[in-house]
């Protein structure tokens, strides 16, 4: 199943086969009793479209600014400063908030919840933000264990107890 078709809604059911979403045991038979939601992780495509999408945004906010405080950005560290709390405060505050995702994910269609599908705090949402540096930090591997790790969490996820999940859906317990 490559990430594309996860990404498209398909689900992996007990008998080791990926099934189209309108078979969805969900979609048949609701959350009544006894019924188990399945929660649909973000696959790693669909996640690079929103960093992509977040990077532009936060670029040319952070470029913005420099202009109206500066004039010029000639100063390596007021430059750095600036764009680097630019930068925590969009993902920080905009995952941490009633949205739980930036632009860049809602345009697809996904957002940061706990690990129990719940929206996260402030806190929780920094230290997920200063978690990149150290998925970044070993060649991108981080980043890149979204697309093999079993709830397509990258090394930051893990590390704030984290998941990028397809608005609209449920967590269940594995």
Do not use: C
Request: net charge neutral; aromatic share 10%; proline share 3%.
């Amino acid at each position: 199943m490559s990430d594309r078709q996860e990404d498209a809604g398909w689900w992996l059911a007990s008998d080791g086969k990926w099934y189209p979403p309108e078979s969805h045991p969900e979609a048949l038979t609701g959350f009544g009793v006894g019924a188990r939601p399945t929660q649909v992780y973000a696959g790693f495509w669909m996640r690079a479209g929103a960093i992509v999408i977040d990077i532009i945004l936060v670029g040319i906010a952070q470029a913005v600014l420099l202009r109206v405080l500066d004039g010029s950005t000639n100063d390596v560290v007021f430059t750095d400063l600036i764009s680097g709390v630019v930068g925590w405060l969009y993902f920080a505050l905009m995952e941490s908030s009633s949205y739980q995702a930036t632009l860049g994910k809602q345009a697809l269609g996904i957002k940061v919840t706990d690990e129990s599908g719940n929206r996260v705090t402030f806190g929780r949402a920094t230290g997920r933000y200063f978690g990149k540096i150290v998925s970044g930090l070993i060649l991108a591997i981080g980043f890149l264990m979204a697309g093999w790790t079993v709830k397509k969490q990258a090394l930051h996820d893990m590390m704030a107890q984290t998941l990028v999940v397809r608005s609209g859906t449920a967590v269940s317990e594995p």
